[in-house]
């Protein structure tokens, strides 16, 4: 086991529904990631927290929020989306924010949108 | 050019095959590297960081070609187990605290 895990591992939402993605790490570090992995595509970086504080919006449409309570959870919340963002979501957490350290994956929630 | 480009494979190999992996990455101002391996329906896990004058951990050696922009990994003695996606991560262009992951290359290991 990784420490990090998520909720729900699947889920089916239609265009209209408001759902939320829930992860949480139990390593003890300071930085969260939420990524987007599409099939036969690379992991997106849609969003960094750094010490609870958002660090990193790469360009994600507002449909997707985060929210990061405090640094052991973060929550990606969804409404209104669209059947391309079907995909697995990730989050990851490292110790601190930088690009040398290693990010520990939780295991996903496999997103179906219709 | 994709910041970080892989060969998708897939790569069939009988067991007991060395096989190797390239990545090519296209910021040469990119200081950390990384081997990420993936199995089916799972998350990435870390495989093994590439330093500049190579290193090995086991069967897997990862080398690192800073004047061609290229990293490789070598996995000798091919297992079952190690049939997984092998993704190529380098920190991104745009933020020196951001990691590009490759889009990853399918290993199958046949019996």
């Known amino acids: 086991e990784t420490g990090v895990t998520q909720t729900p591992r699947h889920l089916v939402m239609g265009m209209t529904n408001k759902k939320s993605l829930k992860c949480e790490q139990h390593?003890?570090?300071?930085?969260m990631y939420w990524y987007k992995q599409s099939a036969k595509k690379p992991l997106e970086l849609m969003f960094v927290?750094?010490?609870?504080?958002r660090v990193e919006n790469n360009s994600v449409p507002s449909r997707f929020s985060p929210e990061c309570p405090n640094s052991s959870h973060l929550f990606l919340h969804l409404h209104t989306l669209q059947p391309e963002d079907s995909a697995l979501y990730l989050c990851a957490s490292s110790q601190e924010w930088g690009a040398g350290e290693t990010q520990y994956f939780g295991p996903g929630t496999r997103l179906l949108v219709l | 050019r994709k910041e970080v480009e892989q060969d998708p494979g897939p790569f069939n190999v009988p067991e007991g095959a060395t096989v190797a992996f390239n990545c090519t990455y296209s910021?040469?101002?990119?200081?950390?590297f990384f081997w990420y391996r993936q199995d089916c329906r799972k998350e990435p896990k870390l495989l093994m960081s590439?330093?500049?004058s190579g290193n090995e951990d086991g069967r897997f050696t990862a080398q690192l070609n800073r004047a061609s922009q290229y990293i490789s990994l070598l996995i000798r003695d091919s297992k079952l187990s190690d049939s997984a996606t092998y993704l190529c991560?380098?920190?991104?262009?745009?933020?020196?605290?951001?990691?590009?992951f490759g889009s990853g290359t399918q290993l199958t290991v046949l019996p």
């Open positions: 910021n040469s101002a990119s200081q950390s």
């Open positions: 390593l003890g570090h300071n930085a």
């Open positions: 590439v330093y500049s």
């Open positions: 927290y750094s010490l609870e504080e």
């Open positions: 991560v380098v920190n991104s262009p745009g933020s020196a605290r951001q990691l590009t």
